[in-house]
T-cell receptor, first 116, second 109 residues
């Protein structure tokens, strides 16, 4: 399978615990994005990487959230001291930016986080 | 700021045609995407418009008017499997996608 993969697919945790999610993008894609999606809403941008550089972070991304893409391949998203409001689907997407006009993003299946 | 509006829900009958509208106000514009998302699944790419006009791809067509900040997705010969959410997303000047809230389409027999 050469699509975007995410692990785990589901995570249930207690409030206050830390969680880490992993995303493996399509291999030649230079951009990697993290989104959060709640029920009935569209994906909300959290952050993105071009290769290993984190270029932008949303103001939605509090200091409890951190993301890395150490070698420009897979990425991790960590949430520290989880809160019930963090419960959502966390989507990863990747794209290959060749020119400024086209940015088709390919999405992974997501990690559904439930904070009890 | 970024603002993308689309209807929350629509209902249509199997075999019919439905048009899902999207209006946008964004800082910069480098094209508009439509994605389909079935419940519990990842969004999948449907169409891309960067110039004004209609792009047709099988049963799905997408239209763009940049001067009006307006797009629509047209679905013909609706099938039950078309029941899903349809997401409008604008690619802004920084090559970032901003998504609307999605339109949940229910196709009834």
């Amino acid at each position: 399978d050469t699509g975007v993969s995410q692990d785990p697919r589901h995570k249930i945790t207690k409030r206050g615990q830390n969680v880490t999610f992993r995303c493996d993008p399509i291999s030649e894609h230079n951009r990697l994005y993290w989104y959060r999606q709640t029920l009935g809403q569209g994906p909300e941008f959290l952050t993105y990487f071009q290769n290993e550089a984190q270029l932008e972070k949303s103001r939605l991304l509090s200091d409890r959230f951190s993301a890395e893409r150490p070698k420009g391949s897979f990425s991790t998203l960590e949430i520290q001291r989880t809160e019930q409001g963090d419960s959502a689907m966390y989507l990863c997407a990747s794209s290959l930016i060749r020119d400024r006009l086209y940015n088709e993003q390919f999405f992974g299946p997501g990690t559904r986080l439930t904070v009890l | 700021g970024q603002n993308i509006d689309q209807p929350t829900e629509m209902t249509a009958t199997e075999g019919a045609i439905v048009q899902i509208n999207c209006t946008y106000q964004t800082s910069g514009f480098n094209g508009l995407f439509w994605y389909q998302q079935h419940a519990g699944e990842a969004p999948t790419f449907l169409s891309y418009n960067v110039l004004d006009g209609l792009e047709e791809k099988g049963r799905f067509s997408s239209f763009l008017s940049r001067s009006k900040g307006y797009s629509y997705l047209l679905l013909k010969e609706l099938q039950m499997k078309d029941s899903a959410s349809y997401l409008c997303a604008v690619n802004n000047a920084g090559n970032m996608l901003t998504f609307g809230g999605g339109t949940r389409l229910m196709v009834k027999p």
